[in-house]
């Protein structure tokens, strides 16, 4: 049976800015309990504590610099022309309005996708490029909390007999592809399971060239990407529908920090406020959502 759902990626161009207030926080003097010391100062009182999160407080790779990693390329609704500063997409709008909420500049460098997800120390202070959340990674990386639950969707030509898959039965027997160390790949290998082993890529770029060339019946990515592919890039294609979940959780992204950061609380603050003031909802709403009706393919 095939369900409808209502999600599409905006194809729009322009940044939300967020503007949060910090949250203050108050130390209860009544409750002191310091013993005496050779000071002057009273006894029972104790001083606010300094706060952790404050601009000049926060543990950077670069003193007063938020350095933030992204893709080798990016892509839209991501990110927009290839330009990780300019605030324009999803993740380049995030980017921009927890650097406004920390009260700090922001430097972008780029790295590969599957080069982050390794132990070790990181020359940035989180990277962004579509991480979802996984047990396996979260062994040698950090995360933050998530900000996008997001679901795989499968793409395939018009008029193929792929289009017309209503289960994922229907598809053991085709040759899919996704980018290598995402979350798309793993769903074709341990949920799928096709009789033809999944062709890997190195990214999504890649993917997309070899289905255009017509060398995979079906690619699979998160369904924003899915959108935005069928819709612009790749002409004669089509979404066949959004994979169901598995596992009972949804799939979160999440920022990537180098294991042990001592960064993640503050820039999990900063998220909870941009949660709690709409700032979150309405960069969804600008850039990943938009009226449309696609398939849900059954187990």
């Not at 892509?75 to 330009?83: G, Q, T």
């Not at 612009?232 to 949804?250: A, M, N």
């Amino acid at each position: 049976m095939r369900t409808k759902r209502t999600l599409a990626v905006l194809l729009a161009f322009g940044l939300v800015a967020a503007a949060c207030g910090d949250d203050d926080e108050t130390t209860d003097t009544s409750k002191a309990t310091n013993a005496p010391t050779d000071s002057n100062e009273p006894t029972g009182v104790t001083e606010p504590a300094p706060d952790d999160c404050a601009a000049d407080s926060l543990a950077l790779k670069t003193a007063g610099t938020l350095t933030v990693a992204t893709g080798e390329e990016v892509f839209p609704p991501w990110m927009e022309d290839n330009d990780p500063a300019n605030g324009k997409g999803f993740e380049g709008a995030l980017v921009a309005a927890l650097a406004e909420q920390m009260g700090l500049p922001v430097e972008f460098v780029r790295t590969g996708f599957d080069e982050a997800i390794t132990p070790g120390e990181k020359d940035y202070d989180f990277n962004l490029q579509q991480y979802s959340i996984t047990a396996e990674r979260d062994e040698v990386v950090d995360f933050s909390d998530g900000y996008y639950d997001v679901e795989q969707a499968l793409i395939a030509p018009e008029g193929s007999s792929v289009e017309g898959s209503a289960s994922l039965a229907d598809l053991k027997d085709k040759k899919l592809g996704a980018a290598i160390g995402t979350t798309s790949l793993t769903y074709i290998e341990d949920v799928i399971q096709p009789d033809t082993e999944a062709a890997v890529y190195d990214d999504n770029a890649a993917v997309k060239s070899a289905f255009d060339a017509g060398q995979i019946d079906g690619a699979v990515f998160d369904l924003p990407t899915a959108y935005y592919v069928t819709a612009v890039e790749i002409e004669g294609s089509t979404i066949v529908g959004v994979l169901p979940q598995v596992g009972g959780e949804p799939e979160q992204l999440g920022l990537l920090f180098e294991d042990g950061s001592a960064l993640v609380d503050c820039v999990n603050q900063a998220l909870t406020a941009l949660r709690e003031d709409g700032t979150l909802e309405g960069l969804e709403d600008e850039w990943l959502n938009q009226g449309g009706s696609i398939p849900s393919l059954t187990e």
